[in-house]
């Protein structure tokens, strides 16, 4: 398995037998302050999950080949610090929302940094990995979506590189509330 350092963290792709971790980790981000607003799921609805959906989410993670990917910064206690969860989506296909998907493309979901290793330029190592994962798969960009109350993350989007795309979508949970996609593009 390919792995990169970034400082103290090793950036590497999650295994199959690490669903229980990828469970931990999952559970600490829906209990972030502004998990509402960051992500769709509830600290219970995951909690309540079984064990059976985090074996399939690893596992789904580990296959070769595979439609998604979740990488992990490991800490140098082992420690999992953060992680990002990279899709892909297919031309042709209509995305969650119901919009057409025009090109092969990375959608971006579940990002998150534990509080004490924020501002360390961890979650730019992070996409730098998924980033690589979808463009090795012919993704001709990346996207993500973003609630446009969460400036936190769209500062660390920038930072990683991606701009607003212009598109605005209803928040999933509340259709008064925006999210703003962000996009990363490559040369041809
Ligand atoms: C989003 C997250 C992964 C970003 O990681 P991070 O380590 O905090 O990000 P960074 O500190 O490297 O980058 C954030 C940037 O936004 C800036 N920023 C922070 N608060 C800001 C605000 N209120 N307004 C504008 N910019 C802000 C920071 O200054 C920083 O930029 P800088 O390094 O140039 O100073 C992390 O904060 C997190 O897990 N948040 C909770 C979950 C979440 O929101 N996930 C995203 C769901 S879409």
Known sequence: ???MTSGDYVIR???ADEWEA???LRLV????????IAFLETYDEA???PDSFYRERAARSAAEPSDARQFVAVAADGEWA????VLIEEAGTTDWAGFPVERRQGHVVGVFVRPEHRGSGLVKALFD???EWVRERGAERVRLLVHAENPRAQGAYRKAGFVPSGVLVPFFKDEAETEVEFVLEWPA
Not at 29 to 36: E, S
């Open 29 to 36: 981000a829906l209990r972030d302050p502004v998990a509402d």
């Open 47 to 49: 909690l309540e999950r």
């Open 82 to 85: 953060g992680t990002v969860t």
């Open 129 to 131: 990995a998924g980033v």
């Open 1 to 3: 398995m390919s792995a």
């Open 13 to 15: 792709a999650i295994r």
């Open 22 to 24: 990828v469970k931990r």
